[in-house]
């Protein structure tokens, strides 16, 4: 199995972006019947007084941005899925810099291929990211950052599955990721996993259980390559129509910690409760090689208020991959809070950003800038994301945390987990709407974080202060003005830094 695994991850490398988009268009072909496709343009005019990011000797500079892209979503037949593009070129008045070009890139969904047998899950994303978590942390991707980075990362994961006779469900999977970064040599990672897992079907009624085998592998090109197997049964029972409980064991083979495969046992416990339709709780804790892992996660909800907890700790071989699944934390709890308004997902779809449209609300707000790493880590992580939806005023809050640590020590590879410990980040992002008329509102943004090291040598803090009038101009266009304040603190790389906007987007 491990041969026929790397030859498939060297096949897939070679033609992975190829073949993904291929795959991609003829998704939506498909389902061109029940795909919305709205094309659009957006100028940016951007005046800020220190576009190199410097403490001393700044510079002003106006930038323009011409941006077209496309949005792409479906959510009925073959294709339930989601794609937004956007090509991002960047002028410079005061020849502060070349013509720059940047993509930007969120898509993801499911391609059912064969009737109830046959699937493809698919994802990307394409942004910028800090290269370091350590270096000059700035807002947006105009000013000139030499510690950013363009990012991109595909995912593909065909499936089969379907029923074992009236006993028993079963699926095969194979997934393979691929993490690069544009601007720096050797970054690339390729993760592959094939998972056979055969479940117990609705026969059983309250009791359930599963047997799992999966094997994964982590190439990085500027370290080592680690692999897993795992095997792992699992019970669970029905203890009330809302309550569910559920023990596992198993064995696992691994060598993130040693150059030779070690193996260990493995056992969890987990829990799922939905006390209402508006209330859902699950966690889980297991015991792996390296440590111990969980899962938890609370969703609530009320007529105005909408709520979602997590607090995750896992081992990691990017830290942050979010984009290959979701449009992001705020979308996704607006689209969660109008089911009951709107039971269909597509018409859901367009009402959630018809309203942010509306409201000035990012959908994409970024609570952490990811870093790049260069070997397996184990990441603590816990997300805060609530809503509240008033008449004319909508609240919205993001707060993350995360600590993570190199779990493979024998890599070779640099990265910030070489030289430190640990990479401890604290953020969050909060912004106030209200609504001026029905086609104006005035927003305020507000966002922190703090970056550290442990030892308190390189800590750093980047806030940012954003006041922004926006609107609608006839049927399909937008505007939007906007006033910046950004200060990052750090022992080596200060700055402050106060920005004009101004941005027209006009759809077709």
């Excluded at 991109?152 to 194979?174: F, T």
């Excluded at 399909?476 to 700055?495: D, M």
């Amino acid at each position: 199995m491990g041969a026929a695994m790397g030859a498939a991850m060297g096949l897939c490398s070679r033609h992975f972006s190829r073949v993904g988009g291929l795959l991609i268009l003829g998704s939506a072909a498909v389902s061109a019947q029940v795909m919305t496709v709205v094309p659009r343009v957006s100028v940016s005019e951007i005046f800020t007084d220190n576009v190199r990011l410097t403490s001393t000797g700044k510079q002003a500079e106006q930038v323009t941005e011409i941006s077209p892209g496309v949005t792409m979503s479906s959510s009925a037949g073959r294709l339930q899925g989601y794609f937004d593009y956007s090509l991002i070129e960047s002028g410079y008045a005061q020849n502060s810099s070349p013509r720059r070009t940047q993509h930007a890139l969120t898509t993801f969904g499911t391609l059912e291929a064969v009737d109830n047998w046959a699937y493809l899950d698919f994802g990307g994303s394409i942004s910028q990211q800090a290269t370091s978590a350590f270096g000059t942390q700035s807002i947006g991707n105009t000013a000139l950052n030499a510690n950013k980075s363009e990012v991109s990362s595909y995912r593909l994961s065909p499936y089969l599955r379907g029923p074992l006779g009236n006993l028993a469900n079963y699926e095969a999977r194979y997934s393979q990721t691929l993490t690069q970064s544009a601007s720096i040599a050797d970054s690339r990672v390729t993760a592959a996993e094939a998972l056979l897992r055969v479940s117990a079907s609705t026969a059983f009624r309250q009791l359930g259980w599963s047997a799992s085998v999966n094997q994964s592998r982590v190439d990085y090109s500027a370290g080592r390559t680690t692999d897993s197997d795992r095997l792992n049964l699992g019970l669970s029972y029905l203890l009330t129509p809302q309550l569910s409980v559920s023990v596992n064991g198993g064995r696992e083979a691994t060598n993130y910690t040693g150059f030779d495969t070690q193996s260990a046992t493995t056992h969890g416990v987990g829990m799922n409760w939905s006390p209402s339709d508006t209330t859902r709780i699950s966690a889980s804790k297991d015991s792996r090689p390296f440590g111990d892992t969980h899962s938890v996660r609370l969703e609530h909800r009320t007529a105005r208020t909408a709520w979602t907890f997590t607090d995750t700790r896992d081992v990691s071989s990017t830290p942050s991959q979010s984009g290959l699944t979701s449009i992001g934390p705020i979308y996704d709890i607006l689209y969660s809070q109008f089911a009951t308004v709107v039971p269909d997902p597509l018409a859901r779809a367009q009402l959630v950003n018809a309203y942010m449209q509306a409201n000035g609300i990012r959908p994409d707000q970024v609570v952490l800038s990811s870093f790049l790493t260069s070997a397996m880590a184990v990441q603590r992580r816990q997300d805060l994301v609530f809503a509240v939806l008033g008449v004319r005023d909508t609240i919205t809050f993001i707060a993350t945390r995360t600590d993570s640590h190199r779990l493979d020590t024998l890599s070779i590879a640099q990265d910030d987990l070489t030289s430190s410990s640990s990479v401890r980040q604290r953020g969050f992002t909060a912004s106030y709407s209200h609504r001026l008329t029905p086609d104006y509102s005035l927003g305020i943004f507000a966002s922190q974080q703090n970056t550290s090291d442990g030892t308190g040598l390189q800590d750093s803090k980047l806030r940012s202060v954003n006041v922004n009038l926006s609107g609608r101009v006839g049927q399909k266009s937008s505007v939007a003005l906007g006033l910046r304040h950004t200060r990052f603190s750090s022992p080596l790389t200060p700055y402050d830094e106060t920005a004009v906007t101004f941005n027209l987007n006009t759809q077709f």
